[in-house]
């Protein structure tokens, strides 16, 4: 619902559009049994090139992991594992659109893939020596440095998402619709 006229205005205007994400799968289980856990066909899957998560990210990542997930040094890890696998695997992507394309890129991602450069765009910067802008929309909180530019705005509610309610059955190892 938030990117629908972005997308629906790169289309009117013939403005490529490509996923960089990595399967949710594989940051899925990084997140359950870290990077040494996975098996050889999901490390096959990883990003080439992981650099660490720098101090001020780690705890950016420590606080929003505080909120919602399980205690513990060791989950902790596997969560910066996890960001650092989607940060890495949306830059290596990215960098390769580039270097194939010759393009700019403008890369829509979550606040906290981009501020202050530590997720997304240090990482390509890094794969391939292209300046960078962050350009954010106004959040809860405002700090130095987390974005060149910010745009402020009116808040706005967005309509209910719509519900589909469906039952759904396993048949022959396939999931099928049951009843709509």
């Known amino acids: ?48 090139s992981m650099e660490p998560a720098d101090p001020a990210y780690r705890k950016r990542l420590l606080e929003a992991f505080q909120q919602h997930a399980t205690p513990g040094v060791a989950a902790f890890e596997r969560f910066v594992q996890a960001q650092l696998t989607w940060d890495e695997g949306m830059a290596e992507s990215a960098a390769a659109y580039l270097d194939a394309s010759g393009r700019r890129l403008v890369i829509l991602a979550g606040a906290g893939h981009v501020q202050f450069g530590s997720g997304i765009p240090q990482r ?39 519900v589909l309610n469906v039952g759904l059955e396993e048949e022959n190892g396939e999931c099928r619709l049951a009843s709509v």
């Open 124 to 162: 390509l910067e890094r794969r391939t020596h292209v300046p960078y802008a962050i350009v954010l929309s106004s959040g809860e909180a405002i700090e130095p440095g987390m974005a060149d530019y910010l745009l402020l705005g009116k808040e706005q509610s967005l309509p209910p998402a719509g």
């Open 1 to 48: 619902r938030l990117y629908a006229p972005i997308f629906r205005y790169a289309r009117e205007q013939h403005i490529p559009v490509r996923a960089l994400n990595v399967p949710s799968e594989l940051v899925s289980a990084v997140a359950r049994v870290g990077t040494a856990g996975l098996s050889e066909k999901e490390r096959a899957q990883l990003p080439k």
